[in-house]
């Protein structure tokens, strides 16, 4: 036999409590009647008093009390087989690990922020696959689509801008790879949410936009960064700061986040834009109205719940326990002395 809450049976303490409580109750009660009067003038003034009944009364409530505590901690034994369907919408995060995202015009930083906002997100997703991308000048697929949000937090956990050794940002090929990461044989909603500042030279975001659009796939971008810019600092590695990155020229480097080209992405596949703060909660909303298919069928080998069996002892013992009398009714030749004096 096992438990489903086992701490609850700490509570079988309060049994050993109740008993002593009630000895106690009875031992002051009865000094209390010895101060009154010598036992054998007690004896006759309680003739009607049952103190067996009331032993056994004090002992069907402490039996049902211990009774109730075990059905609380839900005893379970025995098993069968339950098919368990899952359903849910295929929702894979391409995350942006460029060194852009280090910039710190939104704290800590743009990267660690993204992070914060997924892990938010997945707090909210309820019966969702969820996948990751990685991408910055080049883009694969980190984990592919999973149920056990407890695996793609770690690998969530695990990223950072030295997971791709080649620089730059290629939003477009990001957003292509995520399109791979769908199982087609599934109906249902795909959608992609996309967390990056939005800066790319290289591809053409919204054009992979729409060919993912074609492919009945909804895009939501989350945009990470300010419009003014902020500088890509160099760390070390303890993750302290110690400069930050220039041109050829000497001067600065700035990230801006390109709002734009990110609302244009997510309108083209018929999603939303984003800011960064917050976005959590809005993207489970919409995805939540999206179709939902069934992602999986699997059976599962369930314990037996038999808390039933020990209630039912708890409030028989109660009722048994209320139908038991205190006193008792005298004797017929008690009635004729007392009678005829």
Same mark, same amino acid.
């Given at each position: ?17 109740? @008993?002593? $409580?009630? +000895?106690? /109750?009875?031992?002051?009660? &009865? ?7 010598? %036992?054998?003038? !007690? ?19 402490v ?26 919408v295929?929702?894979? @995060?391409? $995350?942006? +690990?460029? /060194?852009?995202?280090?910039? &710190? ?7 660690? %922020?993204?992070? !914060? ?53 290629? +939003? ?16 249902g909603?795909k ?16 054009a ?84 939902a ?11 037996i ?6 209630l ?30």
């Amino acid at each position: 036999m096992s438990f489903a809450l086992p701490l609850v049976l700490v509570a079988l303490l309060l049994v050993p409590a109740a @008993v002593g $409580l009630v +000895v106690w /109750a009875a031992r002051s009660r &009865q000094r209390a009647l010895d101060t009154l009067a010598p %036992r054998h003038l !007690l004896a006759g003034l309680l003739i009607g008093v049952s103190g067996v009944g009331r032993r056994w009364r004090t002992v069907l409530w402490v039996t049902a009390l211990g009774f109730a505590v075990i059905a609380v901690a839900r005893p379970q034994w025995g098993e069968r087989e339950t098919i368990v369907e899952q359903e849910g919408v295929q929702v894979v @995060v391409v $995350l942006d +690990v460029s /060194a852009s995202m280090l910039a &710190q015009d939104v704290k800590p930083d743009r990267l660690t %922020r993204a992070k !914060l906002e997924m892990i938010e997100l997945m707090d909210r997703l309820d019966g969702d696959e969820i996948g990751l991308v990685l991408f910055s000048g080049s883009a694969f697929i980190q984990l592919p689509l999973t149920s056990d949000y407890l695996t793609a937090r770690r690998f969530l956990d695990a990223a950072n801008t030295n997971s791709i050794s080649r620089p730059g940002t290629v +939003v477009g090929r990001a957003i292509e790879m995520a399109a791979l990461a769908f199982d087609e044989d599934r109906e249902g909603a795909k959608v992609i949410l996309l967390m990056t500042d939005g800066e790319d030279s290289e591809t053409d975001p919204v054009a992979a936009s729409r060919e993912a659009a074609d492919q009945g796939i909804t895009i939501f971008t989350v945009g990470f960064g300010s419009a003014q810019g902020e500088p890509v600092p160099n760390l070390d590695r303890q993750g302290n700061v110690v400069g930050f990155k220039t041109d050829r020229a000497g001067a600065q480097v700035l990230s801006r986040l390109d709002e734009e080209t990110l609302r244009a992405v997510a309108d083209a596949a018929g999603g939303s834009y984003f800011r960064a703060g917050g976005a959590a909660a809005a993207i489970a909303n919409r995805i939540d109205d999206l179709q939902a298919s069934r992602l999986d069928s699997r059976e599962e080998i369930q314990r037996i719940e038999r808390f039933q069996i020990f209630l039912a002892i708890a409030v028989l013992a109660l009722i048994v326990a209320e139908l038991i009398p205190e006193s008792t009714l005298r004797t017929q030749s008690t009635r004729k002395e007392e009678a005829f004096g």
